[in-house]
């Protein structure tokens, strides 16, 4: 495995969109096949241009082989978005923020290396840079769950979830809701 380097996305840089791209394309995959969807690619790249106000998105990268085409090119392995949450402004309190951390995937073959934990070390670095006073995440599988222990989350109990009819039966599996831990810490979102 060579040495990954973690950096942030640049948004409005095509490269780095369609980096994105292909790892969503490739966390959507279970078994090595991502659906097909042809339009995939263009639907990013919009999603991306109307959310980059309140996304932050980091790559981990890692140099391409010895030999071929791909040879001392910088490959994306891997990447995590965050999502700022600007709370409503109270009379007499400044504005905070907080952070929604997600999307979090590396290649296969970049597991296990350390690759997964400098990603979300440096979402968190920009979270601290940009003042966000928490980041919440809501692990997408219980493999991921230690990681994020590991540097720092916590469970927390206090958020509630409503789901709504028809919503949530496209999106994902809410059986387990009444089990749902999230690290809100016991602090209201407003």
Do not use: N
Not at 64 to 71: C, K, V
Not at 134 to 147: D, E, Q, W, Y
Not at 148 to 174: I, N, S, T, W
Request: glycine share 12%.
């Amino acid at each position: 495995m060579s040495t990954v380097r973690v950096r942030p996305a640049v948004l409005d840089a095509a490269g780095d969109v369609a980096a994105l791209a292909l790892l969503r394309r490739a966390s959507a995959s279970g078994d090595g096949q991502a659906p097909a969807d042809a339009d995939f690619g263009r639907r990013f790249s919009a999603w991306v241009r109307a959310e980059a106000h309140q996304r932050s998105f980091w790559l981990a990268e890692a140099r391409g082989g010895e030999g071929g085409r791909t040879a001392g090119l910088r490959l994306p392995v891997g990447m995590v978005g965050m999502l700022r949450y600007e709370r409503l402004p109270r009379p007499g309190a400044p504005v905070t923020a907080w952070g929604y951390l997600g999307g979090l995937f590396v290649l296969p073959d970049h597991r296990g290396g350390g690759t997964g934990t400098a990603l979300v070390e440096a979402a968190l670095e920009g979270a601290r840079d940009a003042e966000l006073v928490r980041v919440v995440l809501s692990p997408g599988s219980s493999r991921a769950a230690p990681l994020y222990r590991r540097l720092g989350f916590r469970d927390a109990r206090e958020l509630l979830v409503h789901p709504l009819e028809g919503a949530a039966a496209d999106d994902e599996d809410v059986s387990g809701l009444d089990d749902l831990v999230h690290p809100l810490d016991l602090h209201p979102l407003d």
